[in-house]
């Protein structure tokens, strides 16, 4: 089970299986309960099984515990290094998590406290460089790296956008 929230719109889903392909939603329930104001919509696929809830107004309608634990399940994305496995959103609602990445040792909300995300974005481009420079170090002290980790194949694997030209 896996929750995705867009802060933007307010709108969360919660995934009951790992994937949902295109075209694997068979069938969605737009629910309007007037009682609770808000839209929720029931993604079933073919089989009348649930696979997917949309819930609009997520904030208002979910339980804040409910969402801060989904949303801390691992699996962020470091944006200095592409590590894969932030506990927390690096940034969101531009609020830092404070985390440090095992894997470049950046710590969101101190080398990257840039209010703004354009001078955020630079200030990840200009970090990534160092860690790049200084050979794609491992970072955390107590936790290993995982067996077969590559630093640069990770960095490889992260969007060509954001990839140094020096990698
Ligand atoms: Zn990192």
């Not at 068979?26 to 309960?33: C, E, G, K, S, V």
């Not at 894997?103 to 481009?125: I, K, M, N, V, W």
Request: glycine share 6%; charged share 20%.
């Amino acid at each position: 089970m896996r929750l995705e929230y867009d802060a933007r719109i307010d709108s969360a889903y919660l995934f009951l299986v790992d994937k949902i392909l295109p075209g694997a939603a068979a069938t969605t329930l737009n629910i309007d309960p007037s009682e609770i104001n808000g839209h929720v919509n029931i993604d079933l696929d073919s089989a009348g099984r649930i696979i997917g809830i949309e819930v609009l107004d997520a904030s208002r309608l979910l339980p804040a515990e409910f969402m801060k634990a989904m949303l801390s399940q691992p699996g962020h994305p470091c944006p200095v290094c592409g590590f894969a496995d932030l506990h927390e959103p690096a940034w969101a609602n531009d609020e830092p998590s404070f985390e440090i990445c095992v894997s470049c040792g950046t710590q969101f909300g101190y080398q990257d406290a840039e209010p703004d995300l354009a001078r955020r974005e630079e200030r990840h481009l200009q970090l990534r460089a160092e860690w790049v420079e200084a050979g794609y170090p491992w970072a955390s002290i107590t936790i290993p790296a995982p067996t077969g980790w590559d630093g640069r194949r990770q960095l490889a694997a992260m969007t060509p956008r954001s990839v140094s030209p020096t990698a």
